[in-house]
């Protein structure tokens, strides 16, 4: 295991606390969403401020793992929408903002990106002291394309080394693709039996902002909400299906999973399929249309026999 | 009583229990996830790992059938389930911060209401805990008053020595039976000394002071400024040794279908949605504040007992970093 050098992080705390600060204090957002660092050693949490003095409190360090443009969408409703919001993002979680515009579920003009250069966040926070190497960085950030986020009002003025790294769902994806139907579905049996349905897949998605989920309708009840195999099985392909296409890439729903399911791969699989048959993937662009969205005659309709 | 066994008789006992048709439960790996589940021989048992999920689900599952129903024209039968059929259970390897919740939860499944499917799980088990010897910073049972040495809800106790093997103490007549039934496995105890056990070295919470200030502070800007960040998910809930809400469903069709008890959370929306549409805890710092509430007010108020017995799981999983830990101090220096 190698060491990821993150020394440029303390320069982007610096400047992340020093334009944060000056934000508020002029006025120009009512709110900034960042990180905090928290009681546990090396831990970090999401802090909203609006208060130019509490700017001082925001970090970013490699267990600032949070998308927080969670936050901004209209499920998060601690969250005053009221005026020009501040927040700092990681290119992953812009991608994912992108989509949100593209869904018309925020405007651009309301608010204020914080872009931050990064080489990477731990892949997971049960012990938040660790220090990022190649195997401690989130699998996520072995396929980062998304190291210095553009189209920000600011970006840190920092260059993240970043190294090639095995690309773990590649490598995850294509072994699982090499297994018989059979074969591959006892593996996503296994791993469904262990879901418990607290769905903090589900609450941490950016794109999961239905006021009321499908999956919690009892009358008709439409997805079997017991946590048995039957409805995991059917909670985790809706959740995948209904991702297709729009989802960002930023694996919350994998990393919050206290059951460890590997469901990124469900995310990164439908990804695939969406680059082979419409070139789509998920960018810093905002699109008004998403691929499964829209109909060109250039579709693939093979299907069609 | 107090007795020594070896690593190997230890697992000749599990081994023998199992092959007289006895459930032992042990943690396990689960698809690369340590889980309190049934063994299938003594090989599959891991001791090195704190369960994600806590050692309630042996009496309280995450799912189980309550009842069935089948319509044939205009006949309906409806058929219980008979809490009989629960197997004779060993739960072996079970924390003290585990161990110590389910005498806790005792007293709210035998309570106005007795719930049978608990309760009957729970005479047919014997608990073996045993001692910790790793926590981490997210560990706080010293700071409710426990200890890695807790004996609380234990039939019996062992404390993993040096040079290897098991100090065992027996606190309860199921304890005494287990070690009378296998004597020949057991010897008696010797001078070695317990292994370094763990040290959370969270200080001790003053619960008094904390219940005092919970009295007085259902209105209170704290709960906002902790729960904004709060997501709405239930994981702290289902992975807490000591929670202990169900939902009850029907899923089935017309013709045949079952009852279910599932696992519910306080901090979903839906958890106190009225028929109506009205939600009383319309938002996530009311759903924050009722899990507080009840692990170091209401619970207290009611069976003079807390609601947490410091395990750390709530904080280690928990999405957005919220610290039940963290807040209880918090609460205790106001």
Same mark, same amino acid.
């Given at each position: ?49 609006s208060?130019?003095?509490?700017a ?13 443009a ?13 005026g ?11 991608k994912a ?35 990022l ?42 072994r699982?693709?090499?297994?018989t ?34 999956c ?28 297709a ?6 694996a ?39 691929p ?6 250039k579709?693939d ?5 | ?18 092959t ?10 689960n ?20 369960p994600?999920r806590?050692?309630?689900e ?9 009842m ?6 205009q006949k309906?039968?409806v ?13 072996f ?30 005479r ?23 200890s ?5 809800g234990? #039939?019996? @106790?062992?404390?993993? &020595?040096?040079? %290897?093997?098991?100090? *065992? ?5 199921? !304890? ?10 057991f ?9 370094p ?14 219940k ?16 904004v ?9 289902f992975?807490?040794?000591a929670?202990h ?8 069709t ?8 599932n696992?519910d ?12 549409g ?14 507080i ?7 207290? #108020?009611? @069976?003079?007992?807390? &609601?947490?017995? %410091?395990?750390?799981? *709530? ?5 957005? !970093? ?13």
């Open positions: 295991m190698t060491p990821i050098d993150t020394s440029i992080y303390a320069a982007i705390t610096d400047a992340i606390q020093t334009e944060a600060g000056r934000i508020l204090s002029e006025g120009q957002v009512t709110a900034v969403v960042g990180y905090a660092a928290a009681r546990r050693k090396g831990s970090a949490q999401p802090i909203v401020i208060n130019p003095d509490d001082q409190k925001l970090i970013f360090t490699a267990a600032c793992v949070n998308n927080l969670v936050y901004l969408t209209k499920a998060k409703k601690e969250i005053p929408k009221t020009k919001i501040g927040i700092v993002v990681k290119g992953c979680d812009l903002l992108s989509g949100l515009m593209g869904e018309s579920q925020l405007k651009r003009e309301d608010l204020y990106l914080i872009g931050v250069p990064c080489a990477g966040v731990l892949g997971s926070t049960v012990q938040p002291a660790t220090e190497t190649t195997g401690t960085i989130a699998a996520k950030c072995t396929e980062c394309d998304a190291h210095l986020p553009t189209g920000c009002d600011f970006v840190p003025n920092q260059t993240p080394i970043t190294p090639e790294l095995e690309q773990k769902y590649a490598v995850e994806i294509a699982l693709e090499a297994l139907p059979a074969e591959r579905w006892a593996y996503w049996q296994e791993q469904f039996s262990k879901c418990i349905k607290c769905y903090a897949c589900r609450q941490v998605c950016p794109f999961c902002f239905c006021e009321q989920c499908l919690d309708r009892n009358k008709p009840q439409m997805v079997e909400t017991t946590p048995r195999p039957a409805g995991n099985t059917a909670w985790h392909i809706v959740r995948a299906m209904h991702l296409g729009r989802c960002a890439g930023c919350e729903c994998e990393r919050v999973c206290p059951m460890d399911i590997p469901l990124n791969l469900l995310n990164r699989k439908m990804a695939k399929e969406l680059k082979e048959l419409y070139d789509h993937e998920a960018s810093f662009e905002v699109l008004d249309k998403g499964l969205t829209m109909f060109t005659d579709d309709q093979s299907f069609i026999k | 009583m107090q007795k020594y066994i070896n690593q190997q008789n230890l697992n000749t006992l599990l081994d023998t229990l199992i007289q048709g006895i459930r032992v439960v042990a943690p396990r790996m698809a690369g996830t340590p889980l309190y589940e049934p063994i299938a021989g003594a090989n599959e048992m891991i001791t090195d790992q704190l994600r806590s050692a309630k042996a009496f309280f599952p995450v799912c189980e059938d309550i069935t129903y089948e319509k044939e024209g309906v039968t058929t219980d389930i008979d809490p009989a059929r629960f197997p004779e259970t060993l739960l390897g079970v924390r003290p911060c585990d161990a110590a919740a389910i005498p806790v939860l005792d007293a709210v499944f035998s309570w106005d209401y007795k719930d049978e499917f608990f309760l009957e799980r729970r047919k088990t014997t608990i073996v805990g045993l001692a910790c010897t790793a926590a981490d910073d997210a560990c706080f049972c010293t700071a409710v008053g426990l890695p040495s807790d004996t609380k234990s #039939d019996l @106790f062992l404390t993993p &020595l040096e040079g %290897g093997g098991y100090a *065992c103490e027996s606190f309860s007549d199921k !304890g005494e039976a287990l070690i009378a039934n296998n004597k020949e496995l010897t008696e105890p010797n001078n070695s000394k317990s292994l056990l763990a040290e959370p070295h969270t200080e001790k919470f003053d619960l008094k002071k904390v005092a200030w919970l009295d007085e502070h259902f209105e209170d800007p704290l709960w906002d400024g902790v729960a960040r709060c997501v709405g998910c239930g994981a702290c809930a992975v807490c040794p929670c809400c169900f939902d009850i469903v029907d899923e089935g017309e013709k045949a279908g079952k009852r279910r008890k696992w959370a306080c901090g979903f929306w839906k958890f106190t949605h009225h028929a109506s009205h939600n009383p805890r319309d938002g996530q710092p009311k759903r924050y504040r009722n899990r509430m009840h692990k170091f007010k209401y619970y207290d #108020d009611k @069976f003079g007992q807390t &609601l947490c017995t %410091g395990c750390g799981r *709530c904080v280690r999983v928990c999405p957005v !970093g919220i610290d039940i830990a963290g807040i209880v101090e918090e609460i205790s220096k106001k």
